[in-house]
């Protein structure tokens, strides 16, 4: 079945790079996302990949798809306070109507 | 930039008690869906919903839930008797009909049943 897997805390120190890593079971899935959700807020889209890319590459974010071991990173440069958040990793299904498919949300910490 | 919104953001209830929770997608979309997600767990599927119709929804989503689009607008997700384990975030999203791997979700209802 339809399955994402991602570590559940990471915690840095400002101005480093953070790597988030997520694995993924449906070898289908044409589309992968990161989300962001803050405290107390709702699921803001950073951004996703196609199936058919090695990489993304967005200001600070960089996506990395290893299509062959099922494995998506996000990495962060010069990683700031104000990304401590929970990052959610997802996949597109591919029945129905195309939901998506969430890991449980790696929670960010950035230390000042 | 157009969103998604959903009233309340907040909503109390007592266990036994029906709950409707509101949405308005975007207005050119044409398909929705709802999410929840208990504190602390992965954001889970609840159901999709195009044409007037439900087109795939997960176990959760018993004949205690029921969704509706009542008008042009609005999108609906009904609880009729809540219980504890319904308390969760609840999002909903929406996304065109061209547009098929782009969902955008608005704010959430947190909902907590007493």
């Known amino acids: 079945g339809e399955d994402v897997e991602q570590s559940l805390f990471l915690s840095v120190r400002e101005g480093d790079s953070s790597v988030i890593n997520c694995t993924y079971t449906?070898?289908?899935?044409?589309?992968l996302y990161w989300y962001k959700q803050e405290p107390g807020a709702g699921l803001q889209l950073l951004t996703y990949i196609f199936s058919n890319m090695d990489m993304k590459q967005d200001q600070r974010l960089t996506v990395l798809l290893n299509k062959k071991d099922k494995h998506l990173s996000l990495r962060i440069a010069d990683t700031q306070t104000g990304d401590s958040a929970i990052y959610f990793c997802?996949?597109?299904?591919?029945?129905?109507?195309?939901?998506?498919?969430f890991g449980a949300g790696t929670r960010l910490f950035v230390k000042a | 930039e157009p969103e998604v919104t959903q009233t309340p953001s907040h909503q109390v209830t007592q266990m036994g008690q029906e709950v409707i929770l509101r949405c308005v997608p975007i207005s050119n979309h044409l398909y929705f869906y709802w999410y929840r997600q208990i504190l602390g767990q992965k954001v889970e599927f609840l159901v999709s919903f195009y044409n007037n119709e439900i087109s795939e929804k997960s176990e959760i989503f018993d004949d205690q839930f029921s969704v509706e689009r009542p008008d042009g607008s609005n999108f609906t997700l009904k609880i009729r008797s809540t219980k504890l384990e319904d308390s969760a975030m609840y999002f909903c999203?929406?996304?065109?009909?061209?547009?098929?791997?782009?969902?955008?979700f608005g704010p959430g209802t947190r909902l907590t049943v007493t």
């Open positions: 999203a929406s996304r065109t009909s061209g547009s098929w791997y782009e969902q955008y």
């Open positions: 449906d070898s289908s899935s044409t589309y």
């Open positions: 997802a996949e597109k299904g591919n029945t129905g109507g195309f939901k998506t498919i």
